[in-house]
């Protein structure tokens, strides 16, 4: 039998571990730092009551050097503002739709008050739909 259904199941049932955030003063640099040590791709930017405000990637990294800037840039100034979002209580096919329509790596999930939650990414769907693929292939055996 199947663990979840997959494509209905709510994204917020697939977070793992707690979001990497920074707040918009901390410096690209340290967002680097950040990331690299967390082995992510990208840091969530929040209000301090946890409300995302931005969210800073890889490709911001690329943009912010190609462009010149310093690392002690703050994040707030080079962040992606008011980033496209999911609620935990969405579906898996709703964040895939996202993900592919706005050709966007990385995802926040938020609550029913703008706190985040966590963060899925593209690596996490392709993880999911190949355990779910595995899961249904044990299944038709």
């Not at 918009?24 to 405000?53: C, F, H, Q, W």
Request: proline share 6%; aromatic share 4%; glycine share 6%.
């Amino acid at each position: 039998m199947l663990e979840m259904s997959y494509p209905t199941a709510k994204i917020g049932e697939l977070v793992k571990r707690p979001p990497v955030t920074l707040p918009p003063l901390a410096t690209v640099e340290d967002a680097v730092k950040l990331m690299y040590r967390e082995n992510i791709g990208s840091i969530i930017v929040t209000s301090p009551e946890g409300r995302v405000l931005g969210i800073f990637t890889e490709k911001d990294l690329v943009r912010v050097i190609g462009e010149g800037k310093p690392l002690s840039t703050k994040l707030g100034e080079v962040m992606t503002k008011d980033p496209i979002t999911v609620r935990e209580e969405d579906t898996i096919v709703k964040a895939v739709t996202i993900l592919s329509e706005k050709r966007i790596r990385h995802l926040p999930i938020v609550d029913s008050e703008g706190r985040i939650k966590g963060v899925v990414s593209v690596r996490d769907i392709v993880s999911i739909y190949k355990r779910y693929l595995e899961q249904l292939e044990e299944v038709s055996e």
